[in-house]
T-cell receptor
């Protein structure tokens, strides 16, 4: 039931790009992406809803393939501040709405070096 | 607009004592969620509440754990007779009344059971 994230860890140089994937075995209503730095709270990045609606930060982009039950987060021109652990949270939905219960993946650790 | 507030930020308890964790949602938010995070692991859903109602408690251990969100005041997560395995970071999140909205996380309470 827990979504699977890949890769588990990524090391980048500043300016490089990265893609983080999130795959679920169940149909999804929405996918939520967060970044967490060590010892801090998860910070919202992006929400993708069934039907194509997206909400999030301007510099972050993501995709949601409903048929494949997959989402990808695209980090371009990475900065040192992008370092942290990225989590996807999935909501299977109930009818035409969210359940509110997010099931999180195990996380992807991203380290950006100067 | 203040964010989600949690207190205390750190809590130390001896085995057998009770732990009370408080969460005040963002202004205008009526949905509250509690998640637990063990060291080096992802976030695990515990419970979803609206004012005076428990919507989904499927992630709550059957014994010793309870949660409430009264008409007035913060949401409370209560752990009775704590054991060492309860040591974790407990995060509260809140979202606006309409379903499908983003969950915003508080700074967390780090519980240590001695």
């Amino acid at each position: 039931q827990q979504p699977v994230q890949s890769p588990q860890a990524v090391i980048l140089r500043e300016g490089e790009d990265a893609v983080i994937n999130c795959s679920s075995s169940k149909a999804l209503y929405s996918v939520h992406w967060y970044r967490q730095k060590h010892g801090e709270a998860p910070v919202f990045l992006m929400i993708l809803l069934k039907g194509g609606e997206q909400k999030g930060h301007e510099k972050i982009s993501a995709s949601f393939n409903e048929k494949k039950q997959q989402s990808s987060l695209y980090l371009t021109a990475s900065q040192l501040s992008y370092s942290g652990t990225y989590f996807c949270g999935t909501d299977p939905g109930h009818g035409s709405s969210n359940t509110g219960k997010l099931i999180f993946g195990q996380g992807t650790t991203l380290q950006v070096k100067p | 607009n203040a964010g989600v507030m949690q207190n205390p930020r750190h809590l130390v308890r001896r085995r057998g004592q009770e732990a009370r964790l408080r969460c005040s949602p963002m202004k205008g938010h009526s949905h509250v969620y509690w998640y637990r995070q063990l060291p080096e692991e992802g976030l695990k859903f515990m419970v979803y509440l609206q004012k005076e109602n428990i919507i989904d408690e499927s992630g709550m251990p059957k014994e010793r754990f309870s949660a409430e969100f009264p008409k007035e005041g913060p949401s409370i997560l209560r752990i009775q007779q704590v054991v060492r395995g309860d040591s974790a970071a407990y995060f509260c999140a809140s979202s606006p009344p309409s379903l499908g909205e983003t969950q915003y996380f508080g700074p967390g309470t780090r519980l240590l059971v001695l």
